[in-house]
């Protein structure tokens, strides 16, 4: 049975004072709301990890992620943070492929398989972002860009590893623009996104494999986006940053 996520994204966003109070407000209401299987992962800078594990603890279902890790283990790369940092911190997921990273920090798909090696090595669960943009939709190459970003960085890996990642499809001109692919969009990429994963790994490895969404959902349509029978949640942006609109994303989860 796949997991349902919902996974929110801080990006470069909060001082450590407005972090605690997030995390808090979010832990409580998860507790005290939300009742149904679904796994919340907070994404959040770096040096917040440690502060927040006494939050994430009180909640079962709660658990930190980092927004990026290096492809390497070690060496003399300033400022740069590594899987085996974050394993030794006890942080359970990581951010891989943000299309943030893949525009400003020119990351490529070599570099990912990389990464998500490193990851998986070190006991951390990648989530894997993927996305087209607007040029590329609108030449139609979508489907055959997302599907190469999945096979250039992924299958690679042996079956069992490959079970062990998230999924999430971004469409990069939906994140932080307003816009959001509608529901038909959402589910027809998951579904190419599955099938193309049943090719390499067979059906039951596809229908195992978690794929999230994410661009610009929120409380109004997140609801219409997790009834498709192949998006199994949402990785969120901006509205991760307001803990009672993302407390509300996540009960859309299990409505």
């Known amino acids: 049975m796949r997991k349902k996520i919902v996974a929110g994204n801080w990006k470069m966003n909060k001082t450590q004072a407005e972090a605690l109070a997030l995390a808090s407000e979010v832990v409580n209401m998860v507790n005290d709301e939300v009742r149904g299987n679904v796994g919340v992962v907070l994404c959040v800078p770096a040096l917040y990890l440690p502060i927040l594990q006494k939050f994430t603890n009180l909640a079962p279902n709660v658990a930190l992620g980092a927004q990026n890790c290096h492809n390497l283990a070690a060496g003399a790369f300033t400022g740069e943070i590594s899987a085996p940092m974050l394993a030794s911190m ?8 943000h299309s943030e990273r893949r525009q400003y920090f020119h990351e490529t798909n070599a570099q990912l398989a990389q990464k998500i090696d490193m990851a998986l090595a070190n006991g951390i669960i990648p989530i894997f972002c993927c996305g087209e943009s607007l040029q590329q939709r609108q030449a139609n190459d979508h489907f055959d860009f997302v599907t190469n970003q999945i096979t250039e960085s992924t299958f690679h890996l042996s079956p069992q590893d490959f079970g062990k990642i998230v999924f ?8 932080g623009t307003g816009l959001t692919a509608s529901s038909a969009q959402a589910q027809e990429m998951h579904a190419v996104l599955r099938q193309h994963i049943a090719a390499k790994y067979g059906e039951d490895t596809a229908d195992n494999a978690t794929i999230l969404y ?9 609801a219409e986006l997790f009834a498709c029978p192949d998006v199994d949640g949402g990785l969120i942006g901006g509205a991760s940053l307001k803990s009672r609109e993302f407390a509300n994303i996540i009960k859309a989860m299990v409505a």
């Not at 999430?168 to 994140?175: C, D, L, Q, T």
């Open 90 to 97: 006890d942080v359970p997921y990581v951010l891989v492929g």
């Open 168 to 175: 999430a499809y971004e469409p990069i001109w939906a994140i």
């Open 214 to 222: 994410g661009g610009s959902c929120n409380e109004k349509n997140a």
